[in-house]
T-cell receptor, first 114, second 112 residues
């Protein structure tokens, strides 16, 4: 089955700086890669996703890049703000996400230092 | 739309008791997923349904776990008998097939 590795497990950045979280996956058949943000005690919330026919996607301060050859994808957050502090999870699945379950990475605890 | 609804939000039970978790997906979504979250193992897929039919239950840890989806608007996850190691947050998620998954608020289960 699919295996998703996520790094780093903890990331501390100064407010206003950029943060980058990286993930690798094992199954070349995976074609859907979402990122979720989870605040303490809350549900995971989808913040951005990318499909394998696209190399990069951007939504305001958040961007995701995908390298299918190397089987890795990354989340980039620019101009970080205190409200960006949370745990971020990457995930992978073999279809559009609706017809197959997600395999999650172990999460990155992002800390924004004031 | 009210989003995915789960009940109860918190459940405390004694080892050996039966536990039933409930989920109402977003109307119109035809895929439903059950996940479990623990500190040690992270977020794990337990089982998922497409059009009320179980597709993959390979993530269900043991025969003590079972899940049903009798109709498009309701699913249950049952643990019988429960054990302390089942303590976790159980999330239900739904999706319009082929698209994004939306998570419910979760049920925090504590088995003593």
């Amino acid at each position: 089955g699919e295996n998703v590795e996520q790094h780093p497990s903890t990331l501390s950045v100064q407010e206003g700086d950029s943060a980058v979280i990286k993930c690798t996956y094992s199954d070349s058949a995976s074609n859907y890669f979402p990122w979720y943000k989870q605040e303490l005690g809350k549900r995971p919330q989808l913040i951005i996703d990318i499909r394998s026919n696209v190399g990069e996607k951007k939504d305001q301060r958040i961007a995701v890049t995908l390298n299918k050859t190397a089987k890795h994808f990354s989340l980039h957050i620019t101009e970080t703000q205190p409200e960006d502090s949370a745990v971020y999870f990457c995930a992978a699945s073999m279809s559009g996400g609706g017809a197959d379950g997600l395999t999650f990475g172990k999460g990155t605890h992002l800390i924004i230092q004031p | 739309d009210a989003g995915v609804i789960q009940s109860p939000r918190h459940e405390v039970t004694e080892m050996g008791q039966e536990v039933t978790l409930r989920c109402k997906p977003i109307s119109g979504h035809n895929s439903l997923f059950w996940y479990r979250q623990t500190m040690m193992r992270g977020l794990e897929l337990l089982i998922y349904f497409n059009n009320n039919v179980p597709i993959d239950d390979s993530g269900m840890p043991e025969d003590r776990f079972s899940a049903k989806m009798p109709n498009a608007s309701f699913s249950t996850l049952k643990i019988q008998p429960s054990e302390p190691r089942d303590s976790a947050v159980y999330f239900c998620a739904s999706s319009p097939q082929g698209l994004e998954q939306y998570f419910g608020p979760g049920t925090r289960l504590t088995v003593t």
